[in-house]
Structures are given as C-alpha cells and as structure tokens.
C-alpha cells in the first residue's frame, strides 16, 4: 500500500512542479506543490531511518522477500530460531549500512542545492548532481541485497507461502525493507 501511495505522489509531484511552473496564482497547483514537499519529507525520514521507501520493491515484487518482512510474517513463515537469528542479523546489518548510506545521500542533496543557491558553474553541478545519483543507488543495492540474502534463508516451502500472503511477491505493491 506504501508503494502505491509514493508512486501516486511521485507522479503527481511531477506533474505538479510542471502544472505550478503554468498555473495562475490561486489555482490548485499549491495543493500539488504540497503533496510533493510531504513526499520529500515522508522519504527523508524514511532514508534517516534506513528505511526502503519503496528502493528494493523490484526484488520485493519478484519474490525476494525483506528481512523486515520476514520478520513481520514469522509466525506464518513458520520460521526456525536459526532462521528469525539469521534474519535479524542481516536486518541490523542493513538498517546500519542504510543509516550511514543515507546520511552521505541526503549530504549530497545538500550540497546540491547549496552549490545551486550559490550559482555555481554548471561543471560543478553535475559533477555533485551525478554524485548525490551514485550514492542514492548505492543506498538502494544496500536494500536490494538484502532482499537476495534474506530469501537464501528461507526455504522453498516458505517463500512459497511468503508469495500467497498480502505482502509477498509478484503483483504486489508495498513498502519494502
């Protein structure tokens, strides 16, 4: 339900930072414009947290469960104590790495809009917007590869049962971790 809900307002941010650029004083454009600066909010917090926001929905739709996930389905994935300490492992070991990656993305971003404000040469714009680029798909591999290591734990059996519940696999959509 996540996902569906920050690709509607991705969308409609787009097309209402456009429709804000056309639009006449007074018109619902502002509401758009607000959508979008929530969105951004809601994926700061999200990226300060280390969370997905929707990063690894790719493997998540494919059948590559989250550790998150897995951890919320326990009971049903009728995981082992070996399984749910392997998994929370791997969760912790992601959550860091994804803490410490978001900070040096939301750094970039920063800096970005910094050199922007100062009307740096545009050599130095795209050196830090291609930059601030790198380090958001680092952030995403760090939660896309959890998702390939967290569906090595799980049996046949398990991910099977993981694809027939509301939040597992192909047709889905989510939020991930």
């Given at each position: 339900?996540?996902?569906?809900?920050?690709?509607?307002?991705?969308?409609?941010?787009?097309?209402?930072?456009?429709?804000?650029?056309?639009?006449?004083?007074g018109?619902?454009?502002?509401?758009?414009?607000?959508?979008?600066?929530?969105?951004?909010?809601q994926?700061?917090?999200?990226?300060?947290?280390?969370?997905?926001?929707?990063?690894?929905?790719?493997?998540?739709?494919?059948?590559y469960?989250?550790?998150?996930h897995i951890?919320?389905?326990?009971?049903?994935?009728?995981?082992?104590?070996?399984?749910?300490?392997?998994?929370?492992?791997?969760?912790?070991?992601?959550?860091?790495?994804?803490?410490a990656?978001?900070?040096?993305?939301?750094?970039?971003?920063?800096?970005?809009?910094?050199?922007?404000?100062?009307?740096?040469?545009?050599?130095?714009?795209?050196?830090?917007?291609?930059?601030?680029?790198?380090?958001?798909a680092?952030?995403?591999?760090?939660?896309?590869?959890?998702?390939?290591?967290?569906?090595?734990?799980?049996?046949?059996?398990?991910?099977?049962?993981?694809?027939?519940?509301?939040?597992?696999?192909?047709?889905?959509s989510?939020?991930?971790?």
């Open positions: 339900m996540k996902a569906k809900v920050w690709m509607c307002v991705a969308v409609l941010a787009a097309g209402g930072v456009r429709a804000q650029e056309h639009a006449p004083p018109s619902g454009a502002s509401a758009t414009q607000a959508a979008h600066h929530e969105f951004l909010k994926e700061r917090a999200a990226i300060e947290r280390g969370e997905g926001f929707g990063m690894a929905l790719a493997a998540d739709r494919s059948g469960p989250g550790p998150k951890l919320e389905l326990r009971e049903q994935l009728k995981l082992t104590a070996e399984q749910q300490a392997a998994v929370e492992k791997l969760f912790a070991a992601m959550k860091e790495k994804a803490i990656r978001g900070k040096e993305v939301l750094a970039a971003e920063e800096r970005l809009e910094k050199l922007f404000a100062e009307a740096r040469p545009e050599v130095e714009l795209r050196e830090e917007s291609y930059r601030a680029a790198s380090l958001r680092e952030l995403r591999w760090v939660h896309l590869a959890a998702h390939l290591e967290a569906k090595k734990l799980l049996t046949a059996e398990q991910l099977m049962t993981y694809r027939h519940l509301p939040w597992g696999g192909a047709g889905h989510h939020s991930t971790q």
